[in-house]
DNA sequence: CTGAAAGCGCTTACAG
DNA sequence: CTGAAAGCGCTTACAG
C-alpha cells in the first residue's frame, strides 16, 4: 500500500492501449490481439503489477474467499479439519480466512458480524454453540443474520432448512469402539466423557446405552463418568475416580484422545497396567495417538475427505445437498487395547 | 449475496436521508442529529443491514485484513503461533487469512501471488524458505515483489532491510537447555536435529558446539545425530542409533517435543529408562510434553507474547522496528530429566 | 478485436 | 448538520 498503488490505467497508459484491454487480458475473458496482449503482458511484469482483488470483487459481485470460525484453532482436531479445508479451498481457487472464537459466545457474535461484512462465499461454522443438543434461540438468529449475506455450512449437525450439516457419525463412531473392544472380550466398559450439553456426547452416551444392550453387556452407571472438559487433566481426574472404583472396568473410552491420554497416565501413574489391566481407546484419531505410552488405539475419521466435503459442500451451491451427512468412522488399533 | 443485496442507498432511501448520512452514521466520524439517526438504526436494524467490506476498503484504502502463512497449518508450533496471532489481530480489529504452504515452494510462490491480489495491511510469514540459512535468490525476489503491496514481517530471521524478522532465540535455547543438563550433573551430552538447512539449527548446533566448550564438557561428534524430519518416527530413529552407540550419552536434546517424544518412546522399548539411563529435554513446551509418559521437560517460548509481538510489529508500521528480535526462552521441568 | 462509459457499494472533501 | 458529486480500481455490456 504505497501512496497510490499501480493500476490498470497505469499499465493501459504505458502500453498505450485501454484500461478494458488490459482487463481483458487479466481475466482471460476476450480475444486480444497478439502484438497488444505481448506490450501489455511486459509493463504488468515491469511493474510486478496485480490485480486489486477488492476492486474486482466489487465488480464482479463474488470474491473467491472462505470463512472459517472454529471454536479452538490451536486444538489439533479443529486444526485437523481446518488444513484439510484449507487445501481444498485453496485447490479450487479460494482463500480461507480462519477465525476463533475459544468457545466464548461473545466473541461467536462479533466474529459473526464481522463475518458478514467481509461477506464471503461461504461460511464454514466448526465448534461451540453450533453444537449444542439444545438450540440457542440467541445463537439460531444471528445465523439467520449470517445466512442473509453469505452460504453457511456447519461441521455439525444442520440447525436449520437451507444449512448443510456434514458432522463425524458419533453413533457409529461409538458403535464401533464398543463392538472393538467387545471383540476382544471386555465385558466390563466404561466410558469418561465430556460436553453433555453437546449433541455429540448425548449421541455418544445413547450409542453407547444401546450397544452395550444389543450385545448383552452389563451396563453400570459408575462406568459412565463425567469430566469438565476435553484435557489431559480431565483424563487424569477420571483415572482417580476410576480407581475408587469397587468393582473396575476392563476397557474405557475416553471422549477424545487428548482426555484418552490423561486417562491411560492417570491409571498408569495409579500403578493400573494399561492395557494389562484396563484398556484405553480414544476417539479423533489425531497424533496425540502416537506420542502416548502406549501409543493409543482410536476410532479416527478421515480428516482430508471431510475438509475436502465441506468446502466442496460450501462452494457448489447450486447442487441439491443432503441436509445432514455423516462422516463415516474407523478404528486405528495400536497398544493400548488387550484381549482378555 | 442474493441478487443485489441491500445497500447503503436502500437504507438512505426508506429512512428519508442521504446515502452520505448513513455512512456518516455506520463511521461514526461526523455528528449526526439525533432524530436521523434513530430513523437510519431503524432501517438498518430492520434489514439487518451490514456495510461490504470490500466497497468500504476500496474507498479507504484499507481493508483491516492480515494474511498470515505458515508452512503446516496442523503442526502444533504453528498453530500456537497463529492461534496468538489471530487473537492479537482479532482485538486489534483485524481479520486474518491463514493460508498454508506445507513447505512447498511451489505453493510458497502462488500464495503469495494470491496475496498481492488480496493485499493485506500486513503479511506475517513463519516457516518455509524464509528459514534458509542460506538465502534463496528466487524466493527474495517474490518477497520483494510482495511488499510493493503489503507491509511484510516474518517469525524468523530478517531476510533483507525493511523486513521485520522476529524469532524464537535459538541459541538461548541451546544455552539454556545443556547449561540445565550440565546443572543435572551430566557431562555426555548428546543433540538429535533436524533441518540442517535452517538457520534456527545451524545456530542450535554452533551453541551447543560453543556452550560445551565453556562448561569444559567433552563433545564427540557421534552424539550430534542428523535425523531427515520433525516427526516422532525421527525421534524413534534416533534412539535406534543411540542404542548401537558403544558409550552412550547420559542426555540428549531433541530437536522439538515431537522428536524427543518419538526419541522418549524408542528409548523406553529398546529398554533403556528414561531418565533413570537417559534424560532426554524437548525444545518448544507444545502440549506433547503433557502426554508423552514421562512428560517431558521442554525449553519452551511464551507464544502469546510472540504473536503480539508479530501482530504489533506487523500493524503499527509507523514505528521504528528493529530489524531483528529474538523471543526469550524458558525451561519447564517435568519428568524426563534426572540428575547424575 | 477494441474503446468509452457505466456500475459495483462505499467514503469524504466540498459547499452550503 | 447534510446533500450532491467524485473517486476508489476494476469488469462488462454496448457500440463500433
New interface residues.
Partial sequence: ??KR?ITIYDIAREAGVSPATVSRILTGTAAVREEKRQRVMEVIAKY?F?????????TE???R?IGMVVA???N?YY??V??AC??EA?RRGY??????T?SRPENEVS?L??I????P?ALILCGGRIDLEIPDPKFTELLE?TR????VVVGSRSPMAGIPGISVDHRASMNLGVRYLAGLGHREIGFVYTGRQFYGTAERLEEFRQVMAELNLPLREEYLIPVEDYT?QAGTRAALAIRQLERKPTAVLGMND?VS?GL??GL?SEGIRVPGDISVLGFDDT??T????P?LSSVGYDYQAYGAMLVETAVERDQDWPADRRIPVFITERDSCARI
Avoid at 442473509?148 to 452460504?151: G, N, Q, W
Wanted: aromatic share 8%; charged share 25%.
Fill in positions: 500500500m504505497e498503488s510486478d496485480t490485480p486489486n482483488a477488492y476492486a474486482r470483487a466489487l459481485n463474488r470474491n474467499t479452538h484453532s490451536d489439533s486444526s485437523s481446518f488444513a484449507e487445501s485453496y482463500v480461507t480466512m480462519l477465525m476463533d475459544s466474529v458480524n464481522r458478514r461484512e467481509l461477506r462465499e443474520m442473509k449475506y453469505t452460504r489431559v487428548m491420554a491411560l497416565q498408569l497424533f496425540v502416537d506420542i502416548t505410552t501409543r
